[in-house]
């Protein structure tokens, strides 16, 4: 049985081997996920519900649960999915004619006998103008204006590139990649919004607690600090905050939602299969020194840097130089390989 390299497992060893170590190797998993994945997660199976025919009621349904959300998490999931509905419309308005949602693959990796390439793509769709694509849904937090340079950066996606790579050792076609990207919103809970009448007016008390009503008997809009006057709020609530990133993400659909077709070369799929067969090479280079280290971890060298170790998992333990192992998990984690595909990503590599 050969050995599981997915995209995120190549991206991992890439950016710090030590990181690829703990995560692929050993199998370290939080039994907690961060806020970001447990919401990234949610929003992707809401996703996938909407692909296989489910209206914004199932949508939601399939995104909360057994994703592990608080209620503000939750209020947030709402707002992102019911702003997507509302921009994109009803199932049969969509810009495919048909999808075949989560297609789980594996591709031969050319000169390794050790590896495989596996993953699962969003979709495998049809547009309304005939053509095939990989159609692939993403949330980020980076600006999706035409200057930016996510699209740019996009076109190297190890993700994009083994998924276009399997389809075209498969059918003999370069495929169109459509990326369905979500923009997060940043907006917060508040802590006090107005309280409003039945007209929606704001409510504004005196010193004494009572509305201030003007001369001409209708009631005051604004508060006059000086006289100790104040408009009535109250904290904001979990469901007025998701209505809120509804109403606003709604408000700049063009900002915070984006459909674009990436352009794969011939030439793109050669350099990213010279990469991935270089990643192979040093995967069973540290697998191999790891079997003479006194502790297999040193043989994944670290990278440190502000931009790995601050979104790094395991950086608590990896940079006091702590030892641990999937026999005895550090406190936090469980050992689960990768949990979406029928193979682990390498844990026989140790």
Not at 293 to 310: K, L
Request: charged share 30%; glycine share 8%.
């Amino acid at each position: 049985m050969k050995l599981t390299l997915t995209a995120s497992s190549m991206a991992c060893a890439l950016r710090c081997p030590r990181r690829y170590f703990y995560d692929n190797v050993l199998g370290l998993k939080l039994i907690t996920p961060s806020e970001a994945l447990r919401i990234g997660t949610a929003v992707h199976n809401g996703g996938e519900a909407r692909a296989k025919g489910g209206d914004f009621a199932e949508q939601y349904a399939a995104a909360v649960t057994g994703t592990q959300l608080d209620e503000w998490m939750a209020a947030r999931v709402f707002g992102i999915l019911g702003a997507y509905d509302r921009t994109y419309g009803e199932i049969e308005d969509r810009d495919y004619a048909a999808m075949n949602p989560e297609v789980e693959f594996a591709d031969a990796i050319n000169g390794s006998r050790t590896f495989e390439q596996r993953g699962k793509i969003d979709g495998l769709a049809v547009l309304k103008d005939g053509r095939r694509v990989n159609w692939e849904r993403k949330t980020t937090s980076d600006d999706l204006a035409d200057t930016s340079d996510y699209w740019q950066r996009l076109k190297l996606n190890h993700q994009l590139l083994a998924y276009a790579g399997w389809v075209y050792n498969t059918t003999g076609e370069l495929p169109v990649c459509v990326y369905d990207v979500i923009r997060k919103p940043a907006l917060q809970p508040k802590a006090n919004i107005p309280d409003l009448d039945a007209d929606g007016l704001p409510i504004v008390l005196d010193a004494q607690g009572n509305r201030c009503i003007k001369r001409d008997g209708t009631p005051k809009k604004t508060a006059d600090a000086a006289k100790g006057e104040k408009v009535s709020g109250h904290p904001e609530t979990p469901d007025e905050y998701g209505q809120r990133i509804l109403e606003s993400m709604t408000a700049e659909a063009d900002r915070y939602f984006t459909r674009r077709e990436v352009e794969i070369t011939f030439d793109m799929l050669e350099e990213f299969r010279r990469e991935r067969l270089g990643v192979c090479r040093m995967l069973l280079h540290f697998a191999a020194e790891a079997r003479k280290a006194d502790r297999p971890e040193y043989a994944y060298p670290r990278s440190c840097n502000p931009d790995n170790c601050r979104s790094c998992q395991f950086a608590g333990f990896c940079l006091n130089r702590l030892h641990v192992s999937a026999d005895t998990p550090p406190e936090g984690f469980r050992v689960a390989h990768h949990e979406e595909l029928s193979q682990p990503h390498g844990a026989a590599v140790a």
